[in-house]
């Protein structure tokens, strides 16, 4: 796997999810961008709730993952349910990928 990347290739990567560094990438720099805004910030994101349908299933993850990051389990559970079935999917996808390049640094650099 090459880490030296143009821009273009890493904004490809970035917005497809097509490799596990991309998505991990992705992970974290959202994760560190919605722990660092504030909540009220995503107060009026929702797509769905701007164009009228204010009961999709949806509306609040972002939020939720805001409150979870935060370390409020309770409220992220309050806000949206759904936050924990996204995290028991996401979370091992995460740990896969991270597997999978630690697999592939430790096969290059005994190569």
Do not use: C
């Not at 490809?12 to 909540?39: C, D, G, H, K, Q």
């Not at 996401?90 to 650099?109: E, F, M, Q, T, V």
């Amino acid at each position: 796997m090459k880490f030296i990347y143009t821009f273009k290739q890493l904004f490809i990567e970035l917005i497809s999810l097509s490799t596990p560094y991309s998505r991990l990438l992705f992970w974290l720099i959202a994760t560190v961008i919605i722990y660092i805004l504030p909540y009220s910030f995503f107060e009026n994101l929702s797509i769905w709730g701007l164009i009228g349908w204010d009961n999709a299933p949806s509306i609040g993850l972002t939020r939720a993952y805001w409150l979870f990051i935060h370390g409020d389990i309770a409220g992220a559970l309050e806000r949206n349910k759904l936050i924990f079935a996204v995290l028991i999917v996401g979370i091992p996808i995460l740990i896969i990928d991270l597997y999978g390049i630690i697999k592939n640094l430790k096969l290059n650099s005994n190569a």
